[in-house]
């Protein structure tokens, strides 16, 4: 509807409306499925590196920071371009504003990158001391023995709080029930969890039985367990008529019903099967499929829980 028109400009001035449709879409799921590995490869590689010997683990001092440092770039790249005016960004760290969850989200996840970039460093000159060797960075890396093990707690600090402020930015949107800051923050940490550890499990050839073991129940405790928090809310959510009718659009019959059960299938309920198998008979090529799947199913469930409330009118 138009308001007025101003003729010195023949600007045309109108009335604000509600955006139609979906406005965080794959770009945000691709988002958060980065971040979850991201962080979820460092709260779980930490968990095997103070747990087993390094002979339980090789290479896991390199790969689990440089892993990390991926899927973190590819979880800012997103992010950034998802964004209208990308080189506003910059305002975040000029003028910071540390009242909002999104200024102290992007001041953590900086630092956390950049520590894990240093991880990365010191873990990969140390698993290939051929790489740098007579080069200045190589030597000064190489003299600061322990530097990896000072680090790495502060890491581990940061990780929690960057995989929860995706889940608190949600919330902070009061008129979708659905993202509610308890529930979301515990589905991030179980995403975070599930991801780690399906995606160092195709790290983990030589590892030993005790790891692989290890990494078959860290996966299948957080499938389990985000699992059940998905069929409480899908089955018990009686908190309001918002609620309910976001709700509709993945009941049998709604439009994303099925990529939703898809998701519950392929990601949950098929791999706890497996992963029953993997601890009863050490069939560990069955522990790579349920990790797979539970990274495709992760990607299916996170999409859907993400587009549904915004599929409902503010107004």
């Given at each position: 509807?138009?308001?007025?028109?101003?003729?010195?400009?023949?600007?045309?001035?109108?009335?604000?409306?509600?955006?139609?449709?979906i406005?965080?879409?794959?770009?945000?799921?691709?988002n958060?499925?980065a971040?979850?590995?991201?962080?979820?490869?460092?709260?779980?590689?930490?968990?095997?590196?103070?747990?087993?010997?390094?002979?339980?683990?090789?290479?896991?001092?390199?790969i689990?920071?440089?892993?990390?440092?991926?899927?973190?770039?590819?979880?800012?790249?997103?992010?950034?371009?998802?964004?209208?005016?990308?080189?506003?960004?910059?305002?975040?760290?000029?003028?910071?504003?540390?009242?909002?969850?999104?200024?102290?989200?992007?001041?953590?996840?900086?630092?956390?990158?950049g520590?894990?970039?240093?991880l990365a460093?010191?873990?990969?000159?140390?698993?290939?001391?051929?790489?740098?060797?007579?080069?200045?960075?190589?030597?000064?890396?190489?003299?600061?023995?322990?530097?990896?093990?000072?680090?790495?707690?502060?890491?581990?600090?940061?990780?929690?709080?960057?995989?929860?402020?995706?889940?608190?930015?949600?919330?902070?949107?009061?008129?979708?029930?659905?993202?509610?800051?308890?529930?979301?923050?515990?589905?991030?940490?179980?995403?975070?969890?599930?991801?780690?550890?399906?995606?160092?499990?195709?790290?983990?050839?030589?590892?030993?039985?005790?790891?692989?073991?290890?990494?078959?129940?860290?996966?299948?405790?957080?499938?389990?367990?985000?699992?059940?928090?998905?069929?409480?809310?899908?089955?018990?959510s009686?908190?309001?008529?918002?609620?309910?009718?976001?709700?509709?659009?993945?009941?049998?019959?709604?439009?994303?019903?099925?990529?939703?059960?898809?998701?519950?299938?392929?990601?949950?309920?098929?791999?706890?099967?497996?992963?029953?198998?993997?601890?009863?008979?050490?069939?560990?090529?069955?522990?790579?499929?349920?990790?797979?799947?539970?990274?495709?199913?992760?990607?299916?469930?996170?999409?859907?829980?993400?587009?549904?409330?915004?599929?409902?009118?503010?107004?």
């Open positions: 509807m138009v308001e007025s028109t101003i003729h010195a400009t023949q600007a045309v001035v109108s009335l604000d409306v509600p955006l139609p449709g406005i965080w879409g794959w770009m945000i799921t691709l958060m499925w971040k979850s590995i991201g962080t979820g490869v460092i709260l779980v590689g930490a968990f095997l590196f103070y747990r087993y010997k390094n002979e339980d683990i090789p290479s896991l001092r390199w689990m920071p440089t892993v990390s440092f991926v899927a973190l770039n590819v979880f800012l790249l997103f992010t950034l371009l998802d964004l209208h005016q990308p080189l506003r960004m910059i305002n975040i760290f000029l003028h910071p504003h540390f009242t909002s969850a999104i200024t102290v989200g992007a001041w953590m996840a900086t630092l956390f990158t520590l894990i970039t240093l460093v010191i873990g990969i000159l140390d698993a290939f001391p051929n790489i740098l060797r007579h080069h200045a960075i190589g030597r000064t890396v190489r003299e600061n023995n322990g530097l990896y093990e000072k680090l790495l707690p502060f890491v581990i600090f940061l990780a929690i709080p960057v995989t929860l402020y995706t889940a608190i930015i949600m919330a902070e949107a009061s008129a979708r029930e659905l993202w509610q800051a308890p529930g979301e923050m515990t589905q991030m940490l179980l995403a975070a969890l599930m991801a780690g550890s399906a995606t160092l499990i195709f790290f983990a050839f030589d590892w030993s039985k005790k790891v692989k073991n290890n990494l078959a129940v860290i996966l299948l405790l957080a499938i389990g367990v985000s699992f059940t928090l998905y069929m409480g809310e899908y089955f018990f009686f908190k309001s008529s918002e609620a309910e009718a976001t709700l509709a659009f993945i009941h049998l019959g709604g439009s994303y019903s099925i990529e939703f059960w898809s998701a519950m299938i392929i990601g949950f309920v098929i791999p706890i099967f497996l992963l029953i198998n993997v601890l009863k008979e050490e069939n560990y090529s069955l522990l790579r499929i349920s990790a797979v799947m539970a990274l495709i199913g992760l990607y299916l469930a996170k999409d859907v829980w993400l587009k549904i409330p915004q599929m409902l009118p503010l107004s």
